[in-house]
């Protein structure tokens, strides 16, 4: 078990490293200088050069590269080019947007896939298991920003249930705040919902396919006693990973969705400082992403080792 | 007193009707030996009795049990008597038992399910269930993956009895075991219809298991019941001429044509030991060795037929693998016709060829047969003849192992187990090899069959002049087709010598214990 | 022996029609989708325009039959890229198992996959400058490793047959093994994969082009047009909505497309297991 555990660690230092890097390099190559782009057509290149030596930009790349890695590591995210704020700031600001909207689609989606999954597999060839077929096929079809639209439409403009867009943060109390993020949610969770619930039902039928669910009805278990006895937990080990995807690609899939809604979180940002050329925030905000992305496989996997018994023998 | 009474039992799945009518009667005390080859609805019968046939299954007749028509009660009266009045055990132990969940607590679940007794008197149960059929030094809180096939199968017996059934159910329960596993199980499952009165449906193909074991036998035949009595009046009468033909295929001894040997090793393997890095390499530790041959050493001579005997585990796949060039040796040499044989030597390899087990896993299932056959001819490098001459003599072999010419038009899967065995052999001879080594070449087909190629395989070496190394479990086997053979264990050969002689007279003790284990045929009074 | 299940033909049907609609958009489109014509803007639906016009006066139709253009070829070469790169990468991991090599493609695929693709997408677009041929790209860098980790994993459990220990004792070559053996039995399941895809391909365009990062204009594209109907869905419903349900036909028509290989496709379900 500590060997499993050492190696997972290991390989999230190692992919963490990795990737700082490959991101790094990523945003050094991308043409435009920003210091010439924030300046201006006009302006001169000796007051380009003083811009650049200001911001650091004359250094050798090694030393920025360890120098924005030894900032992460104590918080620091650099100043951001664009706005001259700290960027640690800014991406705190947006993180309790983006967060916030990616567990609360991420709740939603569970919530609605893992019922209806187990249920079509419970009625695997009827016509229970034949509706949640279709639906979770029109549900994977479906652009979740198209999706979005059209619940603006329906929801904010004609029935006024609901604001069109924007948020005004968190001071204005709890339920404003789940309000405002609350077509975002839906929009976002109802495509992983559709997919979620294909991967429940699955793993489940390919579970109860299993010879240890013949072993079980042999004792005189009956078909849902076995589901919920047996089968579940086996299937939801690959559920489980699935779940853990989903969150990283909420958290950064909803760059378009705040788009639609105009909510201020880590998507805008990292999208309008793509525009602007802002390097400081890109790397940071795409560095954070990916870390959330690193960090749930690392706990996915960990969990693999609480549930799975064969783990955690040293022989792996 | 008969316990069970199935009346025109049928069961058809998917409108393609397996079983067809059956009727048998089953007393208390009695062991009942459901046989016949695969594809006779033994399984499906067997399901049938427990309620727990496949989706899309229809059935009919009438199966009397406990005063109510099996065939008819509810879903929720029938769990009631799954694993307190009738249990199975089934076929393959490895995946039979939920990998997530301790045995004590599988176990357990059965007596829980039934509410058999206070939860505080589970654990001695579960304890006292355990010792009875072997594990007594087994932990209940250990999981399947740390327990051997015969363990899980011992766990998966604990579970279905623990309750005193009246009926115990056991599909092949032996079949994926090692032959001294099984003879064990078998034992277990004596002990209990003897101790505790359970009645026992057996299930299997060996028909040297019934003839030890059972008191009634019923046999099948592509789903219905064509022979049935007790093992000694059936195998005596041979009343049928399906049991005659099952029973001399069971019985029946290969008479071996005499093969000239020539002096001059075809084949030697000097004290050879293969070693494997298991895949344990952690970032912390080297992994271990493991020593899956070790110091083996044996020869062929042209003409010879050598057998090696092995359960699995005995390093015989290494040693096979080893021989055919595709893993290297660790310490020793192997020679063939007196040049050494290494992974980037490969000119030996015309001259060695394989059949393995796997019938269906030996092919490609997109090539045609012809592409099959003649695959070896690449191992004939620029030596190998014209597409045309290539041909011909794919055809010339189709004919030697007794197959229509058509065939190689075919896929593989359009062809059976025993014919693709065939095409197997076909593809073995078509560049001529001097040896052939056949891996467990009969171990996956039915007993009617495996004569038929035990014979082929034979008259073949005769008429081309072959030597063979013929690899299998089954003692049988060996004695018909061997005149010399190795004994492996552990990876290492513990006897070798004549076939016969081993097999009449064992010196080792290992070799002693296979040769108990293994069911025989006793005499039922006629040549 | 292929039985074309119900899933197989919608499928089809489905996929037939932005196919037919790119396709003829090739030769004739009813009416120019570079002009605008604003006298014409928010035509209801007629018989001279089946879907309407839009804010700008150009007929709906033609701009849906030259977006699905757009579409189909930007997931279509994104597909292939991802399968011209992925499967060798896959097939070679496999071949020379537990080494380096194996290694090193496992950890590139877990790198990108660490990456939220829409991210990089957008990354690659925005820096690059907005076009087609970076949706194209972008997109399909993230198809490479899927396909690498698919035919590694098919390609693993193949390499444990007997069939492929055969071809090694008639002596052939690791290569020589996976091009004749190994990448024939992969192909149904690349097949179905390229369907799935295919489709999340775009869904993915979709989403580059509504932010305005795909192919620019004039040249149409579903994205962009939903991007446009955003502030007019109360005005007129219908430019919304038609862009979307396209979207929606072809994914959806693609989806079921791959589960009906799926089934059809099976070696398992082709000709009886007699013993």
């Given at each position: 078990m500590i060997k499993y555990f050492f190696r997972r660690l290991f390989t999230f230092v190692l992919s963490l490293a990795l990737a700082s890097i490959v991101i790094f390099s990523l945003v050094e190559i991308a043409p435009g200088d920003p210091a010439s782009f924030m300046l201006g057509i006009n302006a001169q290149p000796d007051t380009i050069a003083a811009l650049r030596s200001e911001l650091g930009l004359d250094q050798p790349k090694i030393n920025r590269y360890f120098d924005w890695i030894g900032g992460m590591l104590t918080g620091d995210f650099g100043i951001s080019y664009t706005y001259r704020t700290n960027v640690t700031e800014m991406v705190g600001d947006r993180l309790w947007v983006s967060l916030p909207l990616a567990l609360y689609a991420l709740f939603l989606s569970t919530v609605i896939a893992i019922p209806t999954g187990i249920y079509a597999a419970a009625k695997r060839g009827k016509t229970g298991d034949f509706a949640v077929i279709s639906a979770t096929q029109l549900g994977i079809a479906i652009p979740n920003f198209w999706f979005a639209i059209i619940l603006v439409g329906i929801f904010a403009i004609k029935l006024q249930w609901f604001s069109a867009g924007g948020f005004s943060g968190w001071k204005d109390g709890l339920f404003n705040g789940i309000t405002s993020l609350t077509l975002p949610a839906i929009a976002l969770a109802l495509p992983q919902a559709a997919i979620l619930s294909r991967v429940m039902r699955s793993a489940l039928i390919e579970t109860l396919g299993e010879d240890y669910i013949r072993t079980a009805r042999a004792k005189g278990l009956s078909s849902s006693q076995t589901i919920w006895t047996h089968a579940l937990r086996n299937a939801l080990i690959p559920v489980l990973t699935i779940i853990g995807l989903q969150f990283s690609f909420l958290l950064a899939g909803a760059i378009i969705i705040e788009q639609v809604f105009y909510l201020p979180g880590l998507g805008r940002l990292v999208f309008q400082a793509i525009t602007q050329r802002d390097l400081i925030v890109v790397e940071s905000v795409v560095m954070l992403l990916v870390f959330a992305v690193i960090l749930v496989n690392f706990i996915v996997d960990i969990t693999y080792m609480l549930v799975d018994p064969r783990l955690r023998q040293d022989s792996i | 007193m008969t316990l069970l009474s199935v009346r025109n039992l049928s069961v058809a799945i998917h409108e393609k009707p397996i079983v067809k009518d059956i009727s048998f009667n089953l007393g208390t005390g009695e062991i009942l030996a459901l046989t016949g080859e695969s594809g006779s609805g033994k399984s499906i019968s067997a399901l049938a009795l427990m309620g727990l046939l496949p989706l899309g299954s229809k059935k009919g007749g009438i199966i009397n049990f406990d005063g109510n028509d099996l065939n008819k009660i509810s879903e929720n009266k029938f769990c009631k008597l799954r694993g307190k009045k009738i249990s199975m055990v089934f076929q393959?132990?490895?995946?039979?038992?939920?990998?997530?969940?301790n045995i004590g607590r599988q176990i357990s679940e059965t007596l829980v399910q039934h509410k058999a007794c206070a939860p505080s008197e589970l654990k001695n149960r579960v304890r006292n269930i355990m010792d009875r059929v072997g594990l007594s030094g087994i932990d209940p809180s250990r999981f399947p993956h740390q327990l051997s096939g015969g363990q899980r199968q011992r766990v998966v017996i604990a579970m279905a009895v623990c309750l005193e059934p009246s009926i115990l159910i056991a599909d092949e329960p032996t079949t994926a075991l090692d032959v001294t596993t099984q003879a064990k199980i078998l034992e277990l499952l004596k002990k209990f219809a003897e101790q505790d009165g359970i009645s026992i449906i057996l299930i299997t193909h060996d028909l040297a298991i019934v003839a030890n074991i059972a008191n009634y036998l019923i046999l099948m035949k592509e789903g219905i019941l064509v022979d049935q009595g007790e093992p000694k009046k059936v195998f005596r009468d041979l009343a049928h001429p399906y049991t005659k033909k099952l029973f001399s295929a069971s019985s029946q001894k290969l008479i071996l044509k005499e093969n000239e040997i020539s002096e001059g090793k075809l084949l030697e393997v000097n004290s050879v030991s293969v070693n494997y890095k298991s895949h344990n390499r952690g970032l912390f530790s080297k992994g271990t060795s493991i020593e899956a041959v070790s110091d083996v050493s044996f020869d062929i001579k042209r003409g010879e037929r050598l057998g090696l005997v092995g359960e699995s585990g005995s390093g015989k796949s290494t040693l096979t693998r080893t021989i055919l060039g595709l893993q290297s040796t660790s310490s020793g040499y192997i020679k063939f016709e007196g040049k050494k044989i290494s992974k980037?030597?490969?000119?030996f390899k015309k001259n060695i060829q394989v059949v393995f087990q796997d019938p269906y896993g030996s092919f490609n299932p997109r090539h045609k047969v012809e592409r099959l056959i003649a695959e070896p001819f690449f191992a004939l490098g620029k030596e190998a003849p014209h597409e045309t001459e290539q041909k011909s003599i794919v055809k010339e072999m189709l004919e030697e192992v007794g197959?229509?010419?058509?065939?190689?038009?075919?896929?593989?899967?359009?062809?059976s187990g025993g014919q693709r065995q065939r095409i197997a052999i076909a593809r073995a001879l078509v560049i001529k090899p001097k040896l052939i080594i056949f891996d467990e070449a009969v171990s996956a087909l039915d007993l009617s069959i495996r004569n038929q190629i035990l014979k082929l395989i034979s008259d073949l070496t005769e008429r081309h002049g072959l030597s063979y190394l013929f690899i299998s479990h089954d003692l049988t086997v060996i004695e018909n087709i061997t005149e010399k053979c190795l004994v492996m264990n552990n990876g290492k050969i513990v006897e070798q010598g004549q076939t016969k002689q081993i097999l009449n007279d064992p010196r080792n003790e290992y070799t002693h214990s296979l040769i108990d284990a293994a069911p025989k045929f006793p005499e039922f009074g006629h040549a | 022996m292929i039985r074309p299940s119900t899933s197989l033909q919608f499928g089809i049907l489905l996929c037939l029609i932005p196919m037919i609609m790119a396709t003829i958009s090739f030769f004739w489109?009813?009416?120019?989708?570079?002009?605008?014509?604003i006298s014409n803007r928010l035509k209801p639906v007629s018989l001279t325009h089946p879907f309407g016009t839009d804010h700008f006066g150009r007929d709906m139709l033609s701009m849906i039959m030259v977006g699905a253009q757009t579409s189909i070829s930007v997931a279509f070469v994104a597909v292939g890229i991802g399968v011209l790169f992925g499967v060798p990468l896959g097939l070679f991991a496999a071949n020379w198992r537990g080494g380096f090599i194996d290694d090193g493609i496992m950890r590139f695929n877990d790198l990108v996959f660490a990456f939220p693709s829409l991210v990089i997408a957008i990354l690659i677009t925005a820096i690059a400058g907005p076009s087609a041929f970076n949706a194209i790209v972008a997109i399909g860098i993230f198809n490479i490793p899927v396909f690498a980790r698919i035919s590694r994993g098919a390609a693993l459990s193949l390499w444990q047959r007997e069939f492929i220990l055969s071809a090694q004792v008639a002596g052939k070559t690791g290569l020589r093994i996976s091009t004749e053996h190994v990448l024939p039995n992969l192909m149904h399941i690349l097949i179905v994969q390229a369907t799935i895809q295919f489709s999340l391909g775009i869904l993915a365009e979709a989403g580059l082009s509504y932010i305005?990062?795909?192919?620019?204009?004039?040249?149409?594209s579903w994205g962009r047009m939903l991007a446009d109907a955003q502030t007019m869905v109360s005005l007129a419903p219908r430019l919304a909505i038609v862009p979307g349900v396209a979207i929606i036909i072809t994914v959806l028509g693609l989806n079921l497309l791959g589960d009906g290989l799926r089934d059809a496709l099976d070696p398992k379900l082709r000709g009886s297991m007699k013993k």
């Open positions: - | 393959e132990p490895m995946t039979a038992l939920n990998p997530l969940k980037d030597n490969r000119s197959l229509p010419l058509n065939s190689t038009e075919k896929y593989i899967h359009e062809f | 489109q009813p009416f120019d989708v570079t002009e605008l014509n305005g990062l795909g192919a620019q204009p004039p040249t149409p």
